[in-house]
């Protein structure tokens, strides 16, 4: 069924670029006051998706997204806010109302669909997952009632869960990792890279029994969910070929919190608290903390940090350092061994640094295996 948005702006020159970006694509509402929005949005069939101007003349763009997200039957409609001012106290505001996005004007039509494409395949996917998790409800529900009979035929149940789960995981980092083009393969990588480091430290004497096989196998199956709150960051400052500015860089410093928030907000809309995600929050919202505590969004520090995130923080480093960007060229493996080497016990935990000096021609391999570009310096000594 081809999806239905909701444009809410009283400038008849925005609605028509919106219009014309927007018709070969998608059916659409269109409103120029804020009741008439809240109206329009309570019709069946429910928009997939709004674009909310933030000045409207009979109310703000602000209260009519509050109003959504209070009422159950909107609340899980994606918010896109569209205003000519982008200071981060106004991205900030809408955000923390409940938006996916800001989007700036005037707009630019490439970008605009780019991004609403984006929003509701994230939607898709938290959909997918809700059902997932209300599946698996029901199945051992069911499977309880008939165990012994059906034992064959609830582990091969099981299986398919688990494969599903795999498949939501690794979508929703493919998702955020469109955002950034210029990454590549790097959450295949670095999925990879903590997969080689669990499997270290799990036959270790302090982590034998402290951690299951199951715990170490959802730490690393979790990693491709490291940078999610990508999402939530504005695309001039997300693809910006240059160095950030402190606003800026203060501004991508929410995409921790953003990604947290995302995953935590999914498992309370599908009231499954606890569920596999609760190591992917950890690895979303801890990954860029330091050992010595200067690292962000909470400055913790040592064992403080989770140990997915931890985990997480070294391998993401290592493959920022070989991979190639617009504003550095690709290290060497042996530079970025040496440069690990070098935040031991500051940016790394000690014992996770000596870990990957031990596997460091395993880290090359994946390197390799999943190179972006073969004639890049991750293939090098």
């Known amino acids: 069924m081809e999806k239905l948005i909701l444009l809410v702006d009283d400038d008849p020159a925005v609605l028509g670029v919106l219009k014309e970006a927007l018709r070969p694509h998608y059916q659409m509402r269109i409103a120029t006051l804020g009741r008439k929005a809240l109206e329009l949005a309570h019709l069946q069939p429910l928009p997939d998706l709004i674009l909310l101007d933030v000045k409207l003349p009979d109310m703000t763009g602000y209260d009519v997204c509050t109003q959504l997200k209070k009422d159950p039957r909107t609340a899980a409609i994606p918010v896109m806010f569209l ?25 630019a039509p490439p970008i605009l669909l780019a991004r609403v494409r984006t929003h509701l395949r994230l939607r898709e996917a938290g959909d997918l997952l809700r059902d997932q998790n209300l599946h698996l409800e029901s199945l051992v529900s069911k499977r309880t009632r008939d165990l012994e009979a059906r034992t064959l035929e609830l582990q091969a149940r099981t299986t398919d869960l688990q494969l599903s789960q795999d498949l939501t995981i690794v979508a929703l980092g493919s998702i955020a990792e469109t955002r ?12 990879a890279y903590v997969q080689v480091m669990t499997q270290r430290l799990a036959p270790l004497p302090r982590y034998r029994t402290a951690i299951s096989e199951e715990q170490w196998t959802m730490i690393w199956k979790s990693a ?18 240059g160095k950030l500015t402190a606003e800026e860089f203060d501004a991508m410093k929410r995409h921790p919190a953003i990604g947290r928030d995302a995953l935590r907000d999914a498992e309370t809309r599908m009231g499954a608290e606890g569920s596999f995600l609760g190591v992917a929050k950890e690895i979303a919202y801890g990954h860029h903390e330091r050992w010595d505590g200067s690292g962000y969004p909470q400055g913790i520090s040592g064992e403080a940090i989770p140990l997915s995130a931890r985990l997480m923080a070294l391998a993401d480093v290592y493959d920022a350092l070989i991979s190639k960007r617009v504003y550095k060229p ?12 070098e935040g031991r016990g500051r940016h790394f935990d000690p014992s996770l640094v000596d870990c990957f000096l031990e596997d460091a021609d395993e880290f090359r391999y994946i390197a390799s295996r999943f190179s972006d570009d073969i004639d890049e310096g991750s293939s090098n000594e």
């Not at 001012?85 to 005037?106: C, F, M, Q, W």
């Open 83 to 107: 205003s000519s001012h982008s200071d981060v106290d106004n991205i900030t505001r809408g955000l923390e109302l409940g938006a996916v996005d800001y989007v700036s004007k005037p707009v």
């Open 180 to 191: 950034d083009n210029e990454t590549g393969n790097h959450i295949h990588r670095t999925r």
């Open 224 to 241: 491709p969910l490291h940078d999610i709150g990508k999402v939530g960051i504005p695309d001039h400052i997300l693809m910006k070929p």
């Open 330 to 341: 690709a290290w060497t493996h042996a530079d970025a061994v040496a440069m690990i080497g």
